[in-house]
């Protein structure tokens, strides 16, 4: 199965016995090989990569494939002939790699879930809230259970929790409720408290020659920043602009618009020059929060499901503000409180970037 869209990024799946009962979308291309079924897979992502992109149609946007294209796809047949010739020495000694990759991918726990973990534990509550509290529309809902469908009652009073005109179950549900009643029991601020400034990014004017960076939805992996597929503007671009939409060290940018992408957070820890898009904002706190904490914090229960209770609009066009944002609850703790919950989170995740480094 070979992606139509952004073949480049190479997410294509080899159908084997684990996989083939699944239904696949029309986002593939689906390839049924007459022979090296296996060795054509791994060709693809590797010697015959550049092959592949090369029918690829790449205008102002990323590149894609039709099933047509592949009428144009050509292969060396000196190439295709020593593969054959070698295909069992080849298969012996990829599916043991195969099989010590798939081990390693079963002792991986997600940084969610680790977050999740330490949050639960300091905070005294219950880990399985983030499974009770269920998948929804944004970034850090994703990896949860799916949610039944909930009946409930509640009382006109309880209504007036909320600043928005909102009678849905994405606020009065009972999770929502037990998250909301934890986070009164304890001693937190609102983040307008501790922001030093905000702003929102930019719709700048991309140039393929650009050497700056722009960060945009795509590029937030709500973990890390994945520079290798960003747009660019020029130097030239990036001067004129207020140093204030400029990205600095220790910023923190999170994602404001989009069905599963609102809510993604990261934490700028680069030194690369870069801006980011109109989709997200940028928040500089003052010296007396920790950013990574922060981050933490709203990749945490604790934090994501305020974003999932409070963004605004519906189907994919939901947004987050600066109003909601800015009203969001995080724990008001100590600088040394902060650092020993960071250096802990960190130093798990460091330990899963190891085991993903060796697959």
């Known amino acids: 199965m070979i992606s139509k869209v952004r073949p480049n990024l190479k997410k294509y799946v080899f159908v084997d ?3 083939k009962d699944y239904f696949y979308t029309s986002a593939f291309i689906h390839l049924i090989p007459r022979k090296l079924n296996k060795i054509l897979y791994y060709s693809l992502r590797t010697i015959f990569f550049p092959n592949l992109i090369a029918i690829s149609r ?3 946007g990323y590149p894609t494939l039709k099933e047509d294209d592949f009428l144009y796809l050509k292969f060396d047949k000196k190439v295709i002939d020593k593969l054959s010739a070698k295909q069992d020495q ?3 000694k990829i599916e043991p790699i195969e099989k010590k990759i798939k081990e390693l991918k079963s002792q991986i726990t997600p940084a969610q879930g680790i977050i999740n973990k330490v949050f639960a534990r300091e905070f005294k509550f219950d880990e399985n809230l983030y499974n009770e509290f269920g998948k929804g529309m944004t970034a850090g809902t994703q ?3 799916n949610r039944t469908l909930r009946a409930f009652e509640t009382y006109l009073n309880k209504l ?3 600043g928005i005109l909102r009678f849905s179950t994405r606020y009065h549900n009972k999770p929502t409720k037990k998250l909301m009643d934890f986070l009164d029991s304890i001693k937190t601020l609102p983040v307008s408290d501790i922001t030093e400034s905000y702003e929102k990014g930019i719709q700048p004017k991309y140039n393929s020659e650009g050497e700056i960076s722009v960060v945009k939805i795509a590029n937030l992996k709500n973990g890390y920043i994945d520079f290798s597929e960003t747009e660019n503007i020029t130097q030239e671009d990036f001067n004129k602009l207020d140093n204030k939409k400029k990205l600095k060290e220790k910023d923190i940018v999170i994602c404001a618009t989009g069905k599963i992408s609102l809510g993604k957070i990261n934490f700028y820890e680069y030194e690369n020059e870069a801006i980011t898009s109109v989709d997200n ?3 500089r706190l003052n010296e007396k929060y920790n950013p ?6 709203f990749r945490s229960i604790l934090g994501y499901f305020q974003i999932e209770r409070d963004f605004t609009g519906a189907t994919n066009q939901i947004h987050l503000y600066w109003e909601q944002i800015s009203n969001f609850q995080i724990p008001d703790i100590s600088p040394k409180n902060q650092q020993k919950i960071v250096v802990e989170i960190k130093a798990e995740i460091d330990k899963q970037d190891e085991m993903k480094k060796k697959i």
């Open 17 to 19: 016995k684990d996989s």
């Open 58 to 60: 790449q205008g102002k």
């Open 90 to 92: 080849i298969v012996a």
């Open 143 to 145: 990896t949860a259970q």
């Open 160 to 162: 007036s929790r909320s």
């Open 281 to 283: 904002y940028i928040l």
């Open 292 to 297: 990574l904490f922060f981050t933490y914090f």
